[in-house]
C-alpha cells in the first residue's frame, strides 16, 4: 500500500498571480486567503457555541462506532469454529502408552 504524505499552507488559493504574499505562498499563491482552513480549527468552539457538549470520550465513542460499522459493513463478521484442544482418539493414545508403560515398568519387578 503506497501511502502519501500531504503538507502546505491550506490557508492559500493557488494561482500564478501573488504580488503581496510572496514570503508567504510562494510563487503558487493568491491574494485571497481560505476561510476553511480557520473554520475548520474553530469547529470545536462553534459545536459549544451552539450548545452541543462534545468531550473526548463522546469523540472517541464516535469515531469508534463509525470505524466498527464500516468495518463489519465491508468485511463482514467471520464466525469462529473452535476446535477441541485435543481429541477423543488422542487421549486414548494418551492411556494406551500409560498402561504400556506400567505394564513394563511391573514386570521388570
Do not use: P
Request: glycine share 4%; charged share 30%.
Amino acid at each position: 500500500m503506497d501511502l502519501t504524505i500531504l503538507m502546505g499552507d491550506f490557508n492559500t488559493k493557488v494561482r500564478m498571480d501573488n504580488t503581496e504574499y510572496v514570503d508567504i505562498m510562494r510563487r503558487l499563491g493568491l491574494e485571497e486567503r481560505n476561510e476553511n482552513a480557520l473554520s475548520n480549527k474553530f469547529h470545536a468552539f462553534h459545536d459549544l457555541l451552539n450548545g452541543e457538549v462534545t468531550t473526548m470520550e463522546s469523540n472517541w465513542n464516535g469515531f469508534k462506532e463509525a470505524i466498527t460499522l464500516t468495518c463489519h459493513e465491508v468485511l463482514g463478521h467471520k464466525k469462529h469454529h473452535h476446535k477441541e484442544w485435543i481429541t477423543v482418539d488422542t487421549l486414548d493414545k494418551s492411556q494406551e502408552r500409560k498402561n504400556k508403560k506400567a505394564a513394563v515398568n511391573t514386570s521388570r519387578t
